[in-house]
């Protein structure tokens, strides 16, 4: 047999049918909901009289609308709260795996929660009706985000009609800094490659240093993905994943255990397989990040400064450069560190994880969140995010700082529920889009790790984190 | 779906390149539970001066003059003309509700966003992708001529400005398929239905800790 990506053995496992222009089915293996790009694919359901094909691929939960505090009052919001109604009766009607509906224990964001429950296995199939489903590639699975129409689609007949996508792979050699986590990797590479730079492919992270991360690393690199626009982002399967599952709560047990290890043994690209196209980077070259601007792509290092569009030839560019440098009131060559901040954000499916918040936890131990700064806040991805956290007093640690500690959801990241920016205020974030008032209207946004995140809310703006001692 | 032949229609430009998601279709309104009614919102936080929520009347709100699709004689546009990477961002298939229910057919741009090229394409909004120069003379001539309009026919592929000039676009067969047809992709699947099962089964016998 020809030498073969895990990409492609991911794609020949779960090829139904494949029509002569190439066009292929797809059979999915786990189907995740929730309840803000669901409502009008169940009602798509009924009205053709249709049945979903089988009930035990969904996993399904609120997290998108649902309050971060007060959560005994209830969702406010009279139409959040009736879309969160709508997704609780649809998974009555028409049944689920599992579902964590808001206000239960386990309740969290869809990206977190599904490789937390070990719901999320090497070798599947992915899908949500989310973007940032690329996250699950991670665990080597293919794992694609899809519009409503296709959460119909799939519901109905356990597929996705598509022709599969190019496939690239990002080699990323040697340790990070100190100080350099796999979100200042991610928006490196974005940097590098550009928001379109990953449109048409699946990009598998490969490399030593990809080796050398965490799980919840993995998750962090493969979650920005589509902010490369790429729809999927995968890495191999090795120790690390098989040692993270074990244990979870839908992991297989046992004998069928050992068979399902064994078969992810082989869940990696062979040597010698071919790639689209390649990406190189040195990691030892990656410095903590901060976006600037109002695309992932618009990012530099904490020790520059904000770009002059004088500087960029491309008319379309130099455009979209002054536009986002109005929007965000950034004057060109201001050095970053010197960008004051208004509130800060740590949460998001990007990082929310219980790394995520020991990272941010030990920058803010001890020590103060700057008076300018109006709102601190952590938001565990889940409910046993958060569980674990307090298992561990890093609640203490960041409320004694100055941080709010907040129920699980997704928050702040768009600001569906009522955590928002008020306009013109300026944040900085652990989440995954600075689009203009992604966090609200007039908000604007910088995207971070959750090292810098904290780091910043000590010193009131940007600083490196490296020199915090 | 509506079945997309032969349009001819008054072109509007958006001259910026990577619009996302978010500004196509903000936040706010995803909260419906409904596929239509998005139309009032299409680039809510561009187009009015006010801050909007859903459940307003958003006929009532004042507009931003400066905002392109504001200005009188884009009214009525059917076809979009945008920039590189248009549609980036999120899965919210509210955003090409959003582009159908303002009124556009088709957008025109060099490139698209993969996920909001699916869902564009599964609602009958035609994205044709052009390559940057014939984008460039597109805007020019739209910019410089009032009343500026295109012909689009899916059948040949082509674009055609009033001047005659006629560009070649690609799209999947597949896709031109439905949307010339106005086919329903569930059902075309489920025709199908028996492989799916096979391979079902199958699959579970591979690989039993998948169900
Ligand atoms: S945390 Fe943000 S990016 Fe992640 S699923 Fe929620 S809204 Fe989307």
């Not at chain 2, 919102?41 to 504001?70: A, C, I, Q, T």
């Amino acid at each position: 047999m020809p030498a073969r990506t895990l990409y492609d053995k991911l794609w020949e496992s779960h090829l139904v049918h494949q029509e002569a222009d190439g066009t292929a089915l797809i059979y999915i293996d786990r189907h995740l909901v929730h309840e803000v790009t669901s409502p009008q694919a169940y009602e798509g359901l009924r009205l053709a009289g249709r049945k979903p094909w089988r009930v035990g691929s969904i996993v399904a939960t609120a997290d998108h609308n649902t309050p971060t505090r007060d959560w005994d009052k209830g969702i406010k919001d009279p139409v959040s709260r009736l879309q969160v109604e709508t997704l609780d009766a649809n998974i009555k009607e028409f049944g689920a795996k599992v579902y964590f509906p808001f206000l239960d224990r386990q309740q969290g964001i869809v990206h977190v929660i599904g490789p937390e429950q070990g719901a999320t296995l090497p070798g599947m199939t992915v899908v949500c009706g989310d973007s940032h489903t690329s996250t699950h590639g991670a665990f080597g699975c293919l794992a694609f985000g899809i519009g409503t129409s296709e959460v119909e689609h799939v519901l109905a007949t356990q597929c996705m009609a598509m022709k599969k996508p190019k496939a690239m792979r990002i080699d990323v050699e040697g340790p990070l800094g100190r100080g350099v986590t796999a979100k200042d990797l991610i928006l490196a590479i974005i940097g590098k490659i550009g928001s379109a730079g990953g449109t048409g492919y699946a990009i598998e992270y490969a490399g030593s240093t990809i080796r050398a991360l965490s799980m919840e690393g993995r998750m962090t690199l493969c979650n920005m993905s589509i902010e490369a626009g790429a729809r999927a982002g995968m890495v191999a399967v090795d120790d690390t994943t098989i040692h993270y599952l074990k244990g979870r709560r839908f992991a297989p047990k046992g004998a069928l255990w050992d068979r399902a290890v064994a078969h992810w043994r082989t869940l990696v690209s062979d040597p010698g397989a071919r790639f689209d196209q390649v990406v190189s980077l040195d990691a030892a070259q990656v410095q903590p990040q901060v976006t600037w601007g109002t695309n992932p792509q618009m990012v530099t290092t904490v020790d520059g400064k904000v770009p002059d569009p004088k500087e960029e030839k491309d008319p379309v560019k130099r455009e979209w450069m002054e536009r986002a440098l109005k929007y965000m009131d950034l004057k060109p060559n201001t050095r970053i560190t010197d960008i004051a901040l208004d509130k800060i954000f740590i949460g998001a499916c990007t990082n929310s994880r219980i790394e995520d918040l020991r990272v941010a936890a030990e920058v803010v131990r001890g020590k103060r969140v700057a008076s300018s700064i109006k709102l601190a806040m952590v938001v565990p991805g889940s409910g046993l995010v958060k569980q674990q956290a307090e298992k561990e007093g890093l609640d203490k640690v960041f409320t004694a700082a100055g941080f709010e500690w907040r129920e699980p959801g997704c928050s702040m990241c768009l600001g569906m529920n009522d955590d928002q920016l008020s306009p013109g205020e300026r944040c900085a974030s652990t989440s995954n889009r600075n689009f203009e008032g992604r966090q609200g209207p007039g908000g604007r946004t910088h995207l971070v790790s959750p090292a810098m995140a904290a780091a910043a809310a000590l010193a009131g703006h940007f600083v490196d984190v490296r020199k915090v001692s | 779906m509506e079945k997309f032949v032969r349009r001819e229609g008054l072109v509007a430009p958006m001259d910026r390149a990577n619009v996302d998601t978010d500004a196509i279709i903000p936040k706010q309104y995803l909260k419906s539970i409904k596929r239509t009614g998005f139309g009032p919102n299409l680039f809510d936080e561009w187009r009015y001066l006010d801050h909007g929520e859903p459940g307003m009347d958003h006929s009532k709100r004042r507009l931003n003059p400066d905002f392109v699709l504001n200005q009188p004689r884009y009214r009525g546009a059917t076809v979009l003309l945008a920039r590189d990477n248009f549609g980036c961002g999120s899965s919210r298939e509210h955003a090409p509700w959003a582009l159908l229910q303002y009124g556009f057919q088709a957008v025109i741009a060099p490139s698209f966003a993969d996920i909001f090229y699916n869902n564009s394409l599964k609602n009958g909004l035609l994205l044709i992708r052009l390559d940057a120069k014939a984008v460039d003379q597109l805007f020019r001539e739209t910019l410089s001529s009032e009343g500026y309009r295109l012909a689009i026919d899916l059948e040949s592929q082509t674009v055609t400005t009033p001047g005659g000039q006629r560009f070649q676009f690609d799209i999947d067969p597949f896709n031109k398929r439905c949307l010339l047809n106005g086919l329903d992709e569930i059902g075309l699947t489920l025709e199908h239905a028996d492989k799916i099962r096979a391979f079902e089964a199958k699959h579970r016998e591979r690989q039993p800790w998948l169900f």
